[in-house]
């Protein structure tokens, strides 16, 4: 029988809640309906990002990188995403704090 290493268990609830935190919650549900019917709705993904601007930094950049996949060529998904990210990099990566790894 294989032997974990101490603390393996920790550590993958910590992964397991850290992944929950990405998945969308009930106020996203509404957004997330549109989107499946209309993917390509740049109006629908600009709507998203502006209500969740003051959510969670992991969550805010998986968003931005799945508008983008959807509209590869959206200069103002792109543009806002660079800016995001820029300002977050001004005051102290987010992502640092967040993370227990890093």
């Known amino acids: 029988m294989p032997t974990r290493p101490p603390g393996a268990l920790a550590t993958a609830a910590l992964?397991?809640?850290?992944?929950?935190?990405?998945?969308p919650d009930a106020?996203?549900?509404?957004?997330e309906?549109?989107?499946?019917?209309?993917?390509?709705?740049?109006k629908m993904w600009w709507r998203?990002?502006?209500?969740?601007?003051?959510g969670a930094a992991k969550k805010r950049y998986l968003l931005y990188e799945r508008a983008l996949k959807s509209l590869p060529g959206s200069y103002?998904?792109?543009?806002?995403?660079?800016?995001?990210?820029a300002m977050d990099m001004a005051t102290g990566w987010p992502l640092d704090a967040a993370d227990p790894a890093a």
Request: hydrophobic share 45%.
């Open 48 to 54: 998203y990002i502006q209500a969740r601007t003051d």
């Open 15 to 23: 992964q397991m809640s850290s992944l929950d935190d990405l998945l």
């Open 76 to 85: 103002k998904v792109r543009a806002q995403a660079a800016r995001v990210a």
């Open 33 to 42: 309906d549109e989107l499946l019917r209309n993917p390509f709705s740049l």
């Open 27 to 31: 106020d996203d549900l509404l957004y």
